[in-house]
Structure formats: C-alpha cells, structure tokens
C-alpha cells in the first residue's frame, strides 16, 4: 500500500501501511492536535495494534510487541505536552473565536470534568473518553493548570491508556484464532462502544436542560 493511499481515519489502513509508526503520529495528534484529532482513531487503533502483535506468519510477528507499547505511550504522553503548551499559549483565544458547536460543548465537558473529579482524577479518567480527550489536554492549558500537576497526571493517564488497550488486544489476539482476520469487523464493533458514552451523556445533558413539567 503506497502512503497516498492511506486513510488516516482508518486504522487498519494506518496500521498496514506504518506499523508502529503509525501508533506513534495518530496517539499524538489525538492527543494533542484539538482540529485534527476529533478525526482520527485511537482506541480503535491501539487495540487492532496489539491484536496483529500477536498474529505470526511463517513463525514471525507482523509487528513487534514492544515497538507498539513504547510508540503508544510516547504519542499519548508527546502530544498531550504539546496540546497543553497550544491551550495555555492560545486556547481561551481560539475558544473565544471558534464558530464550532461540537469543539465548544467538548471544552466545556472538559472543563466540567476537571471541575467534578479534581485535575489528577480528570486527567486520567479523560484518557478513556474518546472525542474528549482531543480536548481536555488543550482545555487544561486555557485552564491555568498547574504544568507540574498536568505533566504527572496525564503521563500516568497516556500510558494506562495506551499500554492497557495494546496488551488487551495482544491478548485477545494471542488467545482467539486467527481474530486478525476480522480487523475491520472488530474495529467497527470498538468505534460503537465508544460512541455509548458520548450518547449516555448527551442523553443525561438533555435531560437536565429539559424543564419539569407542570
């Protein structure tokens, strides 16, 4: 597969057409990049990772276990440093101009979860929130976060993320027969699990706006 041929939206495109690499640009645009990283795979990318991990052919991995878990963790952690950095230096500005419905209500849902679990807890728990976590890095920085503070707890957060999801699908991967067949299936089953708690809490936002009747 040549690189103009590659959707970047699409894991399993990046994943063949990069490796490891691929793990290492997308986890940090996600991570860091707000315009882009609404865009593009995370969770369905780092869990079909592990899963051709473990895969063999001819007795040889398709990619190496420890590429993925080192290029994960350094995209996750990179970009959300960089995504900080742009947030404290331009982010309250940006919100301030932006005309982009979906990119205001995502900052204010970050900003309510910095609010509701404390900076540590938040910057963890974001990690596992697809769509959120392009912006609660960013939104962190307009925040006036501590950078002591958001460099710890979004380490720890960009490398449970990214570890825990990589060694979940090795071991779906080592453990299922030929699952690396069904990729793409299985790819399109994460993309709609993720989207449940986006819907969970749009559904409860709504419910709150809603006057009481009578």
């Given at each position: 597969?040549?690189?103009?041929?590659?959707?970047?939206?699409?894991?399993?495109?990046?994943?063949?057409?990069?490796?490891?690499?691929?793990?290492?640009?997308?986890?940090?645009?996600e991570s860091g990049l707000i315009v882009v990283g609404f865009f593009?795979?995370?969770?369905?990318?780092?869990?079909?990772?592990?899963?051709?991990?473990?895969?063999?052919?001819?007795?040889?991995?398709?990619?190496?276990?420890?590429?993925?878990?080192?290029?994960?963790?350094?995209?996750?952690?990179?970009?959300?440093?960089?995504?900080?950095?742009?947030?404290?230096?331009?982010?309250?500005?940006?919100?301030?101009?932006?005309?982009?419905?979906?990119?205001?209500?995502?900052?204010?849902?970050?900003?309510?979860?910095?609010?509701?679990?404390?900076?540590?807890?938040?910057?963890?728990?974001?990690?596992?929130i697809p769509m959120l976590r392009s912006v609660l890095h960013p939104?962190?920085?307009?925040?006036?976060?501590?950078?002591?503070?958001?460099?710890?707890?979004?380490?720890?957060?960009?490398?449970?993320?990214?570890?825990?999801?990589?060694?979940?699908?090795?071991?779906?991967?080592?453990?299922?027969?030929?699952?690396?067949?069904?990729?793409?299936?299985?790819?399109?089953?994460?993309?709609?699990?993720?989207?449940?708690?986006?819907?969970?809490?749009?559904?409860?936002?709504?419910?709150i706006r809603q006057p009481p009747s009578g």
């Amino acid at each position: 597969m040549t690189v103009s041929a590659v959707n970047p939206t699409d894991s399993a495109s990046v994943l063949a057409a990069f490796g490891a690499l691929g793990v290492l640009v997308v986890t940090f645009a996600e991570s860091g990049l707000i315009v882009v990283g609404f865009f593009l795979p995370g969770d369905t990318l780092l869990i079909p990772a592990g899963v051709l991990c473990a895969q063999t052919d001819s007795q040889a991995p398709r990619m190496a276990l420890w590429q993925v878990l080192v290029c994960g963790a350094v995209g996750a952690v990179a970009g959300g440093q960089v995504g900080f950095l742009l947030g404290r230096r331009g982010g309250r500005t940006l919100l301030a101009r932006t005309s982009n419905r979906r990119l205001k209500e995502r900052a204010a849902r970050a900003q309510e979860l910095l609010a509701r679990y404390g900076q540590a807890k938040a910057l963890v728990i974001g990690r596992f929130i697809p769509m959120l976590r392009s912006v609660l890095h960013p939104a962190a920085g307009a925040l006036g976060v501590p950078t002591r503070t958001f460099t710890l707890w979004a380490t720890v957060g960009g490398v449970l993320w990214s570890q825990s999801l990589v060694l979940a699908g090795y071991g779906l991967g080592a453990s299922v027969p030929r699952i690396g067949d069904y990729v793409l299936v299985m790819v399109a089953v994460l993309v709609v699990l993720s989207l449940v708690p986006l819907l969970v809490q749009v559904r409860r936002t709504r419910h709150i706006r809603q006057p009481p009747s009578g």
